[in-house]
C-alpha cells in the first residue's frame, strides 16, 4: 500500500512540475519561439480552433514568427487572431505568410513577467504541498485501520517529506532559470 501511494504521489508531483514548465514555456522572452502561438485560437468556418490546426507556424530568425495558414481566405482571420490575443504582438501580412516581429521586452515589462512567473511557481508548489497532504491523510487513515505499523507510517512520512522537498526544489530551479532568461537582455 505505501509504495503505491509514494508512486501515485510522485507521479502527480511530476506532472504538476510538467505544467509548471509547460505555462512558463507561454511565458514570452525576447527571442522567437513557435509555443508562444499554442493557445491562440481562430474562427474556423464558425468554430474555434487552435492556430495549429489551421496554419504552419515556423521560426523565420531569432525575433520573427512566420505562420502560414493553409487556405489564403484563413490568412486575414489568422492576422486578427494573433492580433487580439493577450501576447501584445503585432502580425503583418506578406500575400501567404503572416510575419510575427517579437518586440524587445522594456525592463518593466520583464518585472510584470516576473511575478507572472513566481505566482506560476507558487501555484506549481501549492498543487505539490497538497499532494503530500493528501498522502498524509491516506497513511493516518491507513494506520487507524490498522493496515499499517506506526514506524512503517514515520518511514512513509519521511519519505514524503522529501518527495515534496524534491519537487519543490524543481519548481525554484524551473523558476530561476526562466527569471534568468527573462533578465538577459
Known amino acids: 500500500m ?33 509555443g508562444i502561438l499554442d493557445h491562440v485560437q481562430v474562427d474556423y468556418y ?14 523565420i530568425d531569432a525575433r520573427t514568427i512566420g505562420v502560414q495558414p493553409w487556405e489564403k ?10 492580433r487580439d490575443s493577450d ?3 503585432n502580425p503583418a501580412s506578406q500575400g501567404e505568410l503572416i510575419r510575427v516581429p517579437m518586440p ?23 498543487a505539490i504541498r497538497n ?3 493528501d498522502a498524509i491523510s491516506h497513511l493516518k487513515d491507513a494506520l487507524k485501520k490498522k493496515e499499517i505499523s506506526e ?9 514524503m517529506q522529501r ?9 525554484d530551479r524551473a523558476l530561476a532559470d526562466k527569471e534568468k532568461d527573462l533578465m538577459a537582455i
Open 2 to 34: 505505501i509504495p503505491e501511494l509514494k508512486k501515485a504521489s510522485e507521479q502527480k508531483m511530476q506532472k504538476s512540475l510538467e505544467s509548471l514548465k509547460a505555462d512558463l514555456g507561454k511565458v514570452r522572452t525576447g527571442r522567437a519561439h513557435t
Open 46 to 59: 464558425g468554430s474555434m480552433v487552435a492556430i495549429t490546426q489551421v496554419a504552419n507556424i515556423t521560426l
Open 73 to 82: 481566405p484563413m490568412v486575414a482571420k489568422v492576422e486578427k487572431a494573433i
Open 87 to 89: 501576447l501584445g504582438l
Open 104 to 126: 524587445a521586452l522594456t525592463e518593466e515589462r520583464r518585472r510584470d513577467l516576473i511575478k507572472v512567473i513566481k505566482h506560476e511557481g507558487e501555484n506549481a508548489k501549492v
Open 131 to 133: 499532494l503530500r497532504r
Open 151 to 159: 514506524d512503517d507510517e514515520r518511514r512513509a512520512l519521511d519519505d
Open 163 to 171: 518527495l515534496t522537498d524534491r519537487y519543490v526544489a524543481e519548481v
